[in-house]
């Protein structure tokens, strides 16, 4: 009997059914009601922020409003009670040049005065006349009666000098606002004081604004001392006229000169959004406060509905995501079944009888079609495979055969110079332990890597690079070019890089050979001038000699000596110069003074006949011009560029040798006065055996 030992992960079937119910359930509430939620909690903070600066504004505005009526309505009766008394030369006759005992006589005169005055403005409560020392004299009122002390009103006390406010009087159903201004005769002596006394209409502009303008606002208006003088009260009678205000956890509000807006607790805690509009020329100050649940109470009960309408919302959604979770879940368990017959392994399993909505049982036959023609994919499939797999084998042997062709040494290198493949040529040179080692332990000997290596080249720039070393190559030493190319990776990185080395020994015999050749051309070039210069001083020995056989004296003889042993002395020089530049010298790179070079090549060229009409000019560094490069190079080259100046100067000119040390480096400049080279030759100077 064989036991099975391994446990079964995945749920079992009813388990998956409940749980795919459950979670389409999920899925479509959380996708259904929670945008919903967010929506409308996004929608309330936003309206309850706008809500918020909307009755800011208007609190603002109705406070700056009323301030700007209080004032007006002040001002106007202001100048009402100046005009009163300004130039009222009917006034003033009653009260001047009277004794004060007779005023009161005077008094019915001055009450019909006042009258008539009194109906020329509206909102009059009362107009009184008062002698020089606060006594009643005529009043518009029928409750005052003449003689009455008034010298410690207000009114008197402020009246006797400027026109002035003098202050409230409370106890009615709305403040009065009384005002007082002297009567002046001519001589600017007061001879009595108006008092008028006005129904203070702005108790009603509160009222008014609080039914029209705010939603259910408390507007106070304040004196400079902090007094409550008016205010929409609803109970007119239980106003508390007069008394300090006292606004709760506030900033104070007397003697603020600035609007305010913002939020604080009534006394009885509750918070408030408030606003303060200032009377400056008066020092008073209008307040207006609304409480939370008023200035939110249309957006509370918009978040009652919302929360109704959601729930009910919420509720029949969750209700039809049942339903409809029940019509899909059962033809989604037949795929689902058949899902993981087809992951078992079953191709071509297919589902038969799926009962449900139309989109379902359209998802059931391509469900079927998927399942056939993966199972037609996949019998292909193993086709294709087997043939890129005999294609890819007959590449990679093709590749092999390639890569042990070349009968150069070709290997494959890492970031650590560690060689990771190698070619037949190379495991023939080299033996097979050189995959796994490090190329400069093999190819040069050392542990430290080389100097200018190719391949540190490609792998900083991502480019080709190339390199001439001599390295062992079998058992011999050679002088080996190196060609590095980058292999790169998927991203572009250089992941390695491949190494081509060429023994190029001949070719350097070769190319020393074909320079001492050219050299040797221009020894010919030479020679004929260098011949023309050695007869010059044989002949004058052969002249010598002839003179000397003829008169052989002893004296004779010393003459001729002396000029035969100058003459061979510049033969000697000649053929010494001349032996000294054939000769083939060493092909190192040693420490050369550039300045001894142009001394000895202009030196030799001067020897050429065509030299006789040119100059050789030099201006060469103080203190020598030291340089690490292969002397014989250096002197071909110069050489070279001076025997083309005399070419180009037939008639005579000038050769120039400059030289200077410049940022550590040695510059040397050839110039010549001749015609140049044309243009069209200009790209060919530098080609070889071109002249």
Same mark, same amino acid.
């Given at each position: 009997m064989k036991v099975d030992t391994e446990a079964d992960s995945s749920p079992p079937p009813e388990r998956r059914r409940s749980a795919l119910a459950s979670r389409l359930i999920i899925f479509v509430a959380v996708f259904s009601l929670g945008p919903l939620l967010?929506? #409308?909690?996004? !929608?309330?903070?936003?309206t309850s922020r706008i809500t918020k600066q909307s009755v800011k504004r208007n609190a603002v505005n109705v406070a700056a409003l009323e301030a700007a009526q209080t004032y007006d309505f002040v001002r106007s009766r202001h100048d009402f009670v100046g005009s009163l008394v300004? !130039?009222?030369?009917?006034?003033?006759?009653l009260l001047r040049d009277t004794p004060e005992q007779q005023l009161p006589a005077r008094s019915a005169l001055m009450r019909k005065h006042l009258l008539a005055k009194a109906n020329e403005t509206r909102g009059i409560e009362d107009l009184q006349v008062?002698?020089?020392r606060g006594f009643l004299l005529a009043t518009t009122s029928k409750e005052h009666a003449r003689g009455l002390d008034l010298s410690r009103t207000a009114c008197f006390e402020r009246g006797r000098s400027v026109v002035s406010i003098a202050g409230f009087e409370y106890g009615g159903p709305e403040p009065v606002l009384v &005002?007082? +201004?002297p009567i002046r005769d001519a001589g600017g002596n007061i001879v009595g004081t108006v008092c008028a006394k006005f129904r203070f209409e702005i108790q009603r502009e509160l009222i008014a604004a609080r039914e029209t303008r705010t939603t259910n606002a408390m507007l106070t208006l304040i004196d400079d001392a !902090?007094?409550?003088?008016? !205010?929409?009260?609803s109970d007119r009678l239980a106003a508390p006229y007069g008394h300090v205000f006292r606004p709760g956890r506030a900033p104070a509000f007397v003697g603020r000169r600035e609007p305010w807006v913002g939020t604080y607790l009534l006394l009885s805690g509750e918070p408030a959004i408030a606003a303060f509009a200032p009377v400056r020329e008066l020092g008073w100050g209008i307040i207006v406060e609304i409480p939370h649940r008023d200035a939110f109470a249309v957006l509370a009960r918009l978040k009652d509905q919302a929360i109704v309408f959601g &729930? +009910?919302?919420a509720i029949l959604l969750l209700v039809a995501i049942f339903l409809i979770s029940? &019509?899909? &879940?059962?033809?989604l368990r037949k795929l689902a079944d058949t899902a993981h017959q087809l992951a078992d392994g079953a191709l071509g399993a297919s589902v038969d009888d799926v009962n449900g909505p139309r989109e379902v049982a359209t998802l059931a036959s391509a469900f079927n079609e998927m399942s056939r023609a993966l199972k037609a994919s996949h019998e292909q499939l193993e086709e294709r495979i087997l043939e890129r797999t005999h294609e890819l084998r007959k590449s990679q042997e093709f590749t092999e055969h390639l890569f #042990?062709?070349?009968?150069?040494r070709v290997i494959v290198v890492d970031h650590d110079h560690r060689i990771l493949r190698a070619n037949a040529t190379a495991l023939r040179l080299y033996g097979r332990d050189l995959v796994g080692a490090r190329c400069h332990e093999i190819f040069e000997g050392t542990d430290a890597r080389c100097n200018g290596c190719p391949i540190d080249r490609v792998f900083e720039t991502s480019g080709p690079a190339f390199a001439e070393r001599s390295q062992r190559v079998g058992d011999r030493q050679e002088i080996v070019r190196l060609d590095g190319f980058p292999v790169l990776a998927l991203d572009g990185a250089v992941a390695s890089v491949i190494e081509i080395a060429r023994v190029v020994t001949a070719e350097k015999r070769f190319e020393a050979q074909l320079i001492h050749q050219e050299k040797m051309a221009a020894f010919g070039l030479l020679a004929a001038g260098v011949a023309h210069e050695i007869g010059n001083p044989l002949a004058s020995i052969a002249s010598q000699l002839r003179v000397t056989r003829d008169n052989p004296t002893p004296e004779r003889t010393r003459e001729t000596l002396a000029v035969v042993e100058k003459s061979v002395e510049r033969i000697a020089g000649l053929l010494r110069d001349l032996v000294d530049f054939a000769r083939r010298k060493r092909d190192d790179v040693v420490l050369i003074d550039v300045n001894r070079v142009i001394d000895d090549v202009t030196r030799l060229v001067s020897h050429d006949p065509r030299a006789r009409q040119v100059r050789f000019e030099k201006r060469l560094c103080a203190g020598g011009a030291a340089v690490m490069a292969r002397e014989d190079d250096l002197v071909q080259v110069l050489l070279n560029l001076a025997i083309n100046a005399l070419d180009a100067m037939m008639d005579g000119g000038a050769v120039t040798f400059v030289t200077a040390v410049e940022d550590g480096a040695v510059t040397i400049r050839v110039a010549d006065s001749g015609a140049g080279v044309s243009p069209d030759l200009g790209e060919r100077i530098f080609e070889p055996f071109f002249t």
């Open positions: 967010v929506s #409308n909690l996004w !929608g309330y903070l936003n300004a !130039g009222n030369e009917h006034l003033l006759d008062l002698s020089p &005002t007082a +201004a !902090g007094r409550i003088v008016a !205010g929409s009260f &729930t +009910a919302f029940k &019509t899909l &879940t059962r033809p #042990n062709s070349i009968d150069q």
